[in-house]
């Protein structure tokens, strides 16, 4: 009873006479019809309107609500979360800082492993006496290409001894020899010079070093003698320093000279800017022979090529050549 | 006494709007009784009242009717509460501007009625004017004649009542 008076009261009040309030009675009901309707009516989809609306509104509360928490939490990992982060990120820092010099060092031990392997692979097929040797320095004189390995007379090592590698002919062993290191002059050294023959044609020359690029010349070629860009070089064995067959290199360029002979450019197959691992022939320089020349088409030993495969030998000096091998005087120079 | 003189106007209505439900034209029906009601109680009482009784009216129209409740409803709630404030607003006590606010009314009860069905079933616009428009006549007829009613009604009772009590004091004497 007492209940019912009060909600008299109430509702008799002119705050909730809805008498007085048309306006807002107009959109209580027309809001109630249009949900009425949308609770009867389907959509096109078959779902009722009342239903689609009012996921479609929920939806959106509930993306609008998955928003605002996963930018908390986002707020929260990335900022709140990560005080710690500092330090551990100076501790990774340091992780990386010897991984990466550990992987360097772990390439760099792949990179000797492959070229000894090379290397010994080139000292099981190779006929006469080697010894390996390591390159343990450069020369600081930028105008004489030579390196400095780790044999020398205690290793039978002496000067005029061939220096090879698995790509084919490096340089001379140069005096003085210590008991254990030794000079090798690289035959880019524009003092340096070697019996050489075209390996298609057997036409033969002399390659020498030169400042250029490429680094190498062939010279003494007549220019009756047919030599085409791609030719490869290889040693003749005239000097009595290289053994003959080794691979020098490509010809690059070859034109006809204003003289006898043709100018001639090679690119060496070795890269002589990263040796690490030679090999020095044990064999005595001696003069060089006519036997040793050989002469056009004679059958005689295959030469190497960088490839490992074996083309036909012989080959023989230009009459009146200058001896190759060896350190050339300036005037011994074109 | 007004709520209970509204929904007895709401309830003859209904009921004769059931009994005519047979007259139409062209497919519409030819009178609508009810949204005269409606009209009729948003110029006697107001807004608030006339929209109720739309409200009300044309829910209980639409259940009778077996479509979608609220279709029928929500017009006669707009119209109420356009009626009212109308009349709130204007004099309206004249036979021609009760004459004018019934056709509109009507009008514009039928406007809001295609319109919303159009929104529900998803289909295009379509009225019938001609059919509308003699539905917003026959409408206003009825409404100014239950007008008339109720205002000539009590003052020709009186009249007849001092009538009889006139000749009855004149046998008297």
Known sequence: ???????????????????????????????????????????????????????????????????????????????????????????????????EVRLQEQRALAARTVSLQALLNLQSTVSVPTVAADVIAGNPNPGMRTVTINRGSADGVQADMAVIGPSGIIGRVVAPVASRAAHVQLLVDRNAAAGALIERTRAGGMVVGSDKDPPLRMELVSNVMEVNPGDTVVTSGVDGIYPKGFAIGRVESSERGPELYRAITVRPFVDFSG???????????????????????EAGPAPRTPAGARAPAGGAAPAGAPRPGGTRSPGERR | ?????????????????????????????????????????????????????????????????????GVGSLPKTLVGFMVGVLGAQFIVSQPVPRFVLFVGATLVHELCFQAVYALVEF???????????????????????????????????????????????????
């Open chain 1, 275 to 297: 040796l690490e691992e030679v090999l020095v022939v044990l064999v005595q320089a001696r003069p060089a022979t006519p036997d040793q020349t050989g002469a056009p088409g």
């Open chain 2, 1 to 69: 006494m007004r709520t209970a003189g509204v929904i007895v106007a709401l309830g003859i209505a209904l009921l004769l709007q059931t009994m005519l439900a047979g007259m139409s034209i062209g497919g519409a029906t030819i009178v609508n009784l009810v949204l005269v009601a409606v009209v009729y109680v948003a110029l006697a009482y107001g807004a608030a009242t006339g929209l109720l009784a739309g409200a009300v009216g044309g829910l209980l129209q639409d259940a009778l009717a077996g479509g979608i409740v």
């Open chain 2, 123 to 173: 289909r295009a616009f379509h009225m019938q004017y001609s059919a509308t428009l003699t539905q917003a006549v026959v409408n206003a007829a009825i409404g100014l004649i239950a007008f008339q009613a109720v205002e000539w009604g009590p003052g020709l009772v009186q009249r007849r009542d001092s009538r009889r009590a006139a000749f009855s004091s004149r046998r008297r004497f």
């Open chain 1, 1 to 99: 009873m007492r209940w019912a008076c009060s909600w008299w009261l109430v509702a008799g009040s002119p705050l909730l006479d809805i008498r007085r309030r048309t306006g807002v009675l107009l959109l209580v009901a027309t809001i109630g019809h249009v949900l009425l309707i949308s609770a009867q009516v389907q959509s096109k989809s078959g779902v009722r309107v009342l239903q689609e609306v009012t996921f479609s509104v929920f939806s959106r509360v509930q993306g609008s609500a998955a928003g605002v928490l996963h930018g908390g939490r986002n707020l929260w990992g990335n900022y709140v979360g990560l005080r710690g982060m500092r330090g551990d990120n100076e501790v990774l820092r340091k992780q990386v800082a010897e991984l």
